[in-house]
T-cell receptor
């Protein structure tokens, strides 16, 4: 595709429900990053992928959060038993290298609201 | 984890003035990037500077890097109302780590 695509754009869910957020990176990009951004705050690193592997999961806030990537393409971030503090914009980015050697391209994010 | 810290947190200027934002980081880096974010959604890449570079220009943007002070600055000259946005620096974390981490950002407001 032309850019990084995230879906859904907005998601409202009830506390305790599970949600899946999807990211379609730019074709051929080996690195994929997930970030969380609370209102008015900076980007909080969650996880990144090299191909289909996630060498660093240290940013995941709790064991309710998990992510996978398949086919060195689409990635899914799953939040189980959502809590109100999970409300945020979840941003995905892809790059043709990792560690900041080349620019990262961002999707428009998924705004998650837990009620 | 956050590697870069921008300051000021917020900056308000008049159209035509220059805007300077700073980023400090904690450990050695290979690269430093600056991004812009409008309306709290996707970020747009502005400029990348390597650790062996000291200055880089792109249009009205000028970025400097001082690795001895572990800091970088972004200068926007002749600002326009359309430059109103949040600006973030991003680096590889913890001396060559493969993840890309961002600071908390500077919110710039350019008044017409």
């Amino acid at each position: 595709g032309a850019g990084v695509s995230q879906s859904p754009s907005n998601k409202v869910t009830e506390k305790g429900k599970d949600v899946e957020l999807r990211c379609d990176p730019i074709s051929g990009h080996t690195a994929l990053y997930w970030y969380r951004q609370r209102l008015g705050q900076g980007l909080e690193f969650l996880i990144y992928f090299q191909g289909n592997s996630a060498p660093d999961k240290s940013g995941l806030p709790s064991d309710r959060f998990s992510a996978e990537r398949t086919g060195e393409s689409v990635s899914t971030l799953t939040i189980q038993r959502t809590q109100q503090e999970d409300s945020a914009v979840y941003l995905c980015a892809s790059s043709d290298s990792w560690g900041g050697w080349t620019e990262a391209f961002f999707g428009q994010g998924t705004r998650l609201t837990v009620v | 984890s956050q590697q870069g810290e921008e300051d000021p947190q917020a900056l308000s200027i008049q159209e035509g003035e220059n805007a300077t934002m700073n980023c400090s980081y904690k450990t050695s880096i290979n690269n430093l990037q600056w991004y812009r974010q409008n309306s709290g959604r996707g970020l747009v890449h502005l400029i990348l500077i390597r650790s062996n570079e000291r200055e880089k220009h792109s249009g009205r943007l000028r970025v400097t890097l001082d690795t001895s002070k572990k800091s970088s600055s972004l200068l926007i000259t002749a600002s326009r109302a359309a430059d109103t946005a949040s600006y973030f620096c991003a680096t590889d974390a913890e001396g060559g780590s493969e993840k890309l981490v961002f600071g908390k950002g500077t919110k710039l407001t350019v008044n017409p």
